[in-house]
């Protein structure tokens, strides 16, 4: 019997038979027609199969030999191979090694024709990746169910991997978007240290996702004021961290967070408070507006004097750390942003001295959970905050957060991290004079 290594491989032979009235449902209902592939030396077990097959809507492919069955296998990547095992040349346990052991036909199922009915055979051609057999002399019946069976299986398993590639691709868009939707809530965060001599700052962003609920910044209101503020929006990822970019938009000095008060012979615009700053977004962000509520924190330093106003929406309170290590919060505020229960908010007034620090944080520093379930909480905030007296913001920022990864055992924070720290050098030397 002549084989590939002989003399070139003869055409394949294909079938396509239109289905009589009475057909039985095809495999494929979208138009795309499967491939079978047949590789059985004895021509009459081929057209058995073939009268078997015809009325299926499925292209009949038919290989004489192992031979020309890997060729056709390799060039037409049908979707079911029906091998058999007793053929010359080379059997169909090697036929089917071959194709397992290459990536082009590894995922074709193949089904095993043999009259042979020992196990050990059976789990031979398991152990080769065979998914079936069929054994001779052929039932209908049982090639048809078993047919029917794989080829379901392998069109669903193509359209798996059709929609898996679909959403690797949309993954990839997704993942530019987020990159994107990143980048643009970093450049809503300071990129450097106010040009003030009397305050330096230092701070650490985290978000528990690439992008997050929490937002902060500082600048200048005037040439005397800065403004300073911490954000932390309910939930974190897209939806939290796009009303992140609305209340920042609000907090602008170009949106308005200075205002006029009418009927007062004053500038065109004055320094808000931030209770009247509070006010504000309370009215500007009701709960309806985007589902979301968020706590902040907003304070106003004359860095020329360290007079520091300071109020706050269901947000941690900042900590006050003296120059000579005496820590205090300040506690003035109100309820949280977006609840609308027309609670007024309170404010405080503190007096900065040279070497005293500020540091403002989100929960998830204090939420910050162990495997145990305990939590991080203020008081080991406090400790940290103490134990990093004497040393650089930047030291003092990385010690707290190295606190609560030996707390946390390594773990990562649950929800978006934020620490801003101030420290305030003292009264610029023209107002020391006054």
């Known amino acids: 019997m002549p084989n590939a290594s002989s003399q070139p491989a003869p055409a394949p032979q294909l079938e396509s038979v239109a289905p009589q009235a009475a057909a039985p449902p095809s495999v494929e209902d979208d138009g795309q027609q499967q491939k079978i592939l047949v ?5 009459l077990n081929r057209k058995i199969l073939s009268g078997i097959l015809r009325n299926e809507r499925c292209a009949l492919l038919m290989a ?5 069955g890997i060729e056709l296998a390799i060039r037409e990547r049908p979707d079911l191979i029906l091998l058999d095992i007793m053929m010359p040349g ?5 036929v089917c090694a071959e194709l397992k052991n290459d990536a082009r036909t590894a995922h074709v199922p193949v089904l095993f024709l043999s009259a042979l009915s020992e196990q050990a055979n059976k789990i031979k051609g398991l152990e080769l990746g065979a998914v079936d057999y069929i054994t001779k002399p052929f039932d209908k019946a049982e090639v048809l169910a078993r047919v029917r069976s794989h080829l379901k299986i392998q069109k669903l398993a193509r359209e798996l991997i059709v929609t898996n590639r679909e959403l690797v691709k949309k993954q990839w868009a997704l993942d530019a978007d987020l990159r994107a939707a990143g980048d643009i809530q970093r450049s809503l965060i300071p990129k450097g240290p106010p040009s003030v001599e009397s305050v330096q700052v230092a701070w650490r962003f985290m978000p528990c996702d690439r992008i997050g609920g929490d937002v902060f910044n500082l600048y200048s209101l005037d040439d005397a004021h800065l403004a ?4 932390d929006v309910s939930g974190h990822g897209v939806p939290a961290a796009m009303v992140t970019v609305s209340v920042s938009q609000s907090l602008s000095p170009l949106a308005g967070c200075t205002v006029r008060r009418e009927g007062q012979s004053q500038p065109r615009s004055a320094i808000a408070s931030p209770t009247e700053v509070l006010d504000r977004l309370e009215t500007e962000y009701p709960i309806e507006r985007f589902d979301k509520f968020f706590t902040i924190c907003y304070l106003v330093l004359d860095h020329r004097t360290g007079r520091l106003c300071c109020s706050r929406a269901g947000h941690p309170m900042p900590v006050l750390m003296r120059a000579d290590g005496m820590l205090t919060c300040l506690a003035a505020g109100g309820t949280i942003i977006g609840l609308g229960t027309g609670a007024p908010f309170e404010e405080e007034e503190v007096q900065l001295r040279a070497g005293d620090r500020l540091f403002l944080y989100t929960d998830g520093i204090t ?3 162990n495997a145990a379930g305990d939590l991080y909480g203020e008081e080991r905030l406090y400790e ?3 134990e990093a007296r004497g040393v650089s913001l930047e030291d003092a920022c990385d010690r707290v957060i190295q606190s609560m990864s030996r707390f946390g055992d390594g773990r990562l924070p ?6 801003l720290a101030i420290e305030f050098a003292g009264p610029q030397a023209e107002d020391r004079q006054k």
């Open 64 to 68: 004489e030999d192992g031979f020309l």
């Open 228 to 231: 300073i503020y911490v954000v």
């Open 367 to 369: 939420e910050l959970a």
């Open 90 to 94: 080379k059997d169909g346990f090697e």
């Open 384 to 386: 940290a905050l103490a």
């Open 414 to 419: 649950q929800d978006d991290v934020t620490l």
């Open 39 to 43: 590789v059985d030396d004895v021509d």
